[in-house]
C-alpha cells in the first residue's frame, strides 16, 4: 500500500516525538504489516524511528496486542536495568501518544506503532556462521528465560491457535474441499505430502495436552531476521516482530529456529534442490537455545526438541499450500506462484530434516 509523505509525517506527530520530520521510506521485508524507517531531525542529529501499520486482517484485536508488547518490552526493560546492561539494544522501545498509549490511529481506524531504530545492529535473512546461529539460539532462549516470571496474568492471544497445528491441517482439508481458485489438481503432490504427516504433527499440542509439555511465552515467529545481531559484538542483542509473542510452547519458537536458519537456501528459493537442511547451523542452535533456556525447561521439552524442526516446517508449509488454494489472501506475494513456491519449499526441508533425524537424536543424548 503506497502512504503519502504528509499522511506518514501526521502519523509521527500524533506520537509524543520532539524534533522535524524529514523522510520516510519502506523497510523490511515483512509479509504482513506495512512498515517504514523515520528519519528525524532533533538539534540538527538526525535520528530514526520505526513505523508500522497493525495488519487488521491478521491481527483482529490490535489493542490486545499492542499491550502484549507492551507488558513484555516493559518487563525487560527492567530486568536489563537490574543487570545494569547497556538497554539502548536489549529490548523493543515503544513511543508512545500524548495520552500516554503505545500506539495511534489513523482515520481509517488502522493502529499504528512506533519504536526507536536501534543502531549499529543488523538482521540477517540467511545465517552466514554457525556463530551467528548460536548467538540468535541464545537470544531467543534468554527472551522466554526473561518471560518465566512476567507478572499480571495471562497474555493475550492474539492469534488463537496459531500453532495449533492440527486446526491448521482442518483449514488445509477445508481449502482442499472447497477449491475456490481451482488450483488443488494441479497441487495434489503437495497435499498428499502434507496429510501424510498429520498424525505425528499433532504430538507437541498432546504433549501439551497430557502436562508434560507446559505453557509458556513465546515469540512464535522466531525467524533468523527477528533477532538484531550487533555490529561490534556478534551478539544476538534484540528480539524484533513481537505481534504474536503469546501464550505457546517452547518448542514452537526452537521448531520455528530450525525452520527459518537451518535452511540451506532460505525460504523463497525455487530450486528445491538447493534446500536442505544445515546441519552445523542445527547444532548450533541446539547448544545456543540450550545454554539459555537449560534452567528452565523440562526433560519432556528438551527430548522433543529434535522433532520440533519438523513439525513447524510442517506447518508453515500447510499455511503456504492452504494460502494458496485460498487465492493468497494472507500472506504478501511478489508472484502469482510465490505461495506454492514457498510451500515446496518447506517441504523440500521436511524432508531433509527426517533424513537427519539419527544425527540429531544422537546430539539429543550426548
Known amino acids: 500500500m503506497q502512504y503519502k509523505k504528509s499522511f506518514l509525517r501526521d502519523l509521527m506527530y500524533k506520537f509524543a516525538v520532539y524534533g522535524d520530520f524529514l523522510i520516510a521510506t519502506p523497510f523490511g521485508m515483512g509479509n504482513v ?15 530514526h524511528y520505526i513505523l508500522q501499520r497493525i495488519n487488521r486482517n491478521v491481527f483482529h484485536n490490535p489493542v490486545g496486542v499492542m499491550e502484549n508488547i507492551d507488558r513484555v518490552t516493559s518487563h525487560i526493560l527492567k530486568k536489563v536495568r537490574t ?38 545492529a543488523r538482521a540477517y535473512e540467511v545465517l552466514e556462521t554457525p556463530e551467528q546461529a548460536y548467538r540468535i539460539a541464545m537470544a531467543f532462549g534468554e527472551f522466554q528465560k526473561q518471560l518465566v516470571d512476567l507478572p499480571g ?6 492469534i488463537p491457535d496459531f500453532h495449533n497445528t492440527p486446526k491448521r491441517f482442518e483449514r488445509l482439508e477445508e481449502a482442499v474441499r472447497e477449491d475456490v481458485c481451482g488450483r488443488a489438481a494441479s497441487v495434489a503432490a503437495e497435499i498428499d505430502f502434507a496429510l501424510s504427516l498429520k498424525e505425528e504433527a499433532g504430538t507437541l499440542l498432546r504433549l501439551n495436552e497430557s502436562g508434560d509439555i507446559p505453557e509458556r511465552i513465546t515469540h512464535n515467529d522466531t525467524k533468523s531476521n527477528n533477532i538484531l545481531i550487533d555490529d561490534l559484538s556478534g551478539e544476538g542483542v534484540c528480539v524484533l516482530d513481537l505481534d504474536t509473542v503469546m501464550p505457546g510452547l517452547s518448542l514452537y519458537d526452537f521448531g520455528d529456529m530450525v525452520r527459518s536458519a537451518t535452511n540451506s537456501a532460505g525460504e523463497d528459493e525455487v530450486d528445491c534442490d538447493k ?28 527430548e522433543n526438541l529434535p522433532l520440533a524442526g519438523k513439525i513447524i516446517t510442517t506447518e508453515i508449509g500447510i499455511r503456504f499450500l492452504t494460502d494458496y488454494l485460498e487465492g493468497d489472501t494472507y500472506f504478501k506475494i511478489r508472484r502469482p506462484q510465490h505461495n506454492i513456491e514457498r510451500c515446496r519449499n518447506q517441504f523440500k526441508l521436511v524432508r531433509s530434516i527426517s533424513e537427519q533425524m539419527p544425527e540429531m537424536m544422537k546430539l539429543l543424548k550426548q
Open 33 to 47: 504489516n506495512d512498515t517504514f524507517q523515520v528519519t528525524f531531525d532533533q538539534g540538527g542529529v538526525r535520528l
Open 275 to 302: 534446500v536442505w537442511m544445515r546441519f552445523d547451523l542445527y547444532e548450533a542452535l541446539y547448544k545456543g537455545f540450550l545454554t539459555a533456556a537449560d534452567g528452565f525447561m523440562t526433560s519432556a521439552e528438551k
Open 153 to 158: 496474568g495471562r497474555l493475550n492471544e492474539t
Open 83 to 120: 543487570a545494569r546492561m547497556e538497554t539502548k539494544k536489549r529490548t523493543l522501545r515503544l513511543l508512545r501518544d500524548y495520552d500516554n498509549k503505545p500506539y495511534v490511529q489513523d482515520e481509517n481506524g488502522d493502529y499504528w506503532r512506533a519504536y526507536v531504530f536501534i543502531e549499529n
